[in-house]
């Protein structure tokens, strides 16, 4: 009975933190986005061979006009977690991605790059291909600058010889925009 009712107030919780964020009782706190970027979030990736931590990083800079481009480090690292059978250790990217505000508090991104799979045995044997990353993020803004993050994020790996390996992961992180 007591997990049951445990559910409904963390259901609550959640829809007060996405329709409610802190800026609202701030007054018109707005995003300032012009400068620096930087953000890293953490989460869980999964797919057809990907079951595992996710983890995010941009390193970059954002344009007058709100528009973000950045570097990208993100990856799925299935090995030491939830690996399913026959899938690679990791499977992620260096990726140059590009971020358009849709909003104050959501955010469209697209990426492409050098991609791949690690296997991690006796080392780093990695397969190179192309990397390409999408994905939203919603920001509850904590200064007009920053925020934390949630994240919904899709990672393709297209490795030579037709393979093909995918995830989706969601995730919670901070921003400096």
Known sequence: MHSILRKPIYITLLGILLYCPPSLAQGSLQAE?????FQIALGWG????????FQNMEIGGTFENGWTLAYNHVFIQNKGFAQPEGGPDLVGGHL?????????HWVLKIGAG??????????????IGLGVTYGVDYHILITPSSGITFG?????????????????ALSLGYTWF
């Open 46 to 53: 999964v797919g057809p061979d990907s079951n595992g931590l």
């Open 152 to 168: 919904l994020t899709g990672l393709h790996a297209l490795i030579s010889r037709r393979r093909h390996f995918f995830g989706a």
């Open 33 to 37: 986005r012009a400068g620096f970027h």
């Open 114 to 127: 050098p991609g791949g799979i690690h296997i991690q045995d006796d080392g780093i044997e990695a397969e």
């Open 96 to 104: 140059l991605l590009l971020k358009i505000p849709a909003t104050d």
